[in-house]
């Protein structure tokens, strides 16, 4: 609850985003979007199985069909639900989730494979500007995003996919966000 009021308006800032970005995906608000953050992964898991909901509910995630983000915190922690805004990481991981329930609004972005679709989120999670969000904000350094740029360039698509695959996720989702942000 005292989260409310910072994750409101970054709702209200990604969809601002979000009409920018993706005009070319009108949106077409179907329902009411929810999203859900439980103190524990624990609760998370009683919580999905009460609501009947499919998949690893210890793990964010966004349920499509039941237009539902379900966010669980690491842990238990009555000190961090205290704070006005949740800590970094955590909002980040609601940002994200956020992104996927805002898309569910655009209809043509059903079609749009995995990848576009979780490079599309990781690009809004740093509370930053999507033109801000490339590869030189990540610790792989300046030349990340032009080494991507080149793979693109030198192979079909399904080579550059294949050498993000075999990446960490987190570089994968990096991977994802800097090619979207080339589209």
Known sequence: E????????DARELETLLDQVLERWPREGTGELRLVVLPSPAAAVAWAERAGLAGDARVPRTHPRARLAVVPMVREDRLMTQRVVPPRTLRETIRHEMAHLLMLDRPGLAEAPRWFHEGLAEAWVGLREISAVDGRSHALGACWESALQDRAQARPAGAVQEV????????????WASLVLQC
């Not at 005292?2 to 308006?9: D, K, M, V």
């Not at 075999?166 to 991977?175: D, F, G």
């Open 2 to 9: 005292g989260w409310r009021g910072a994750l409101e308006t």
């Open 164 to 175: 993000i695959a075999a990446m960490p996720i987190e570089l994968q989702y990096t991977a």
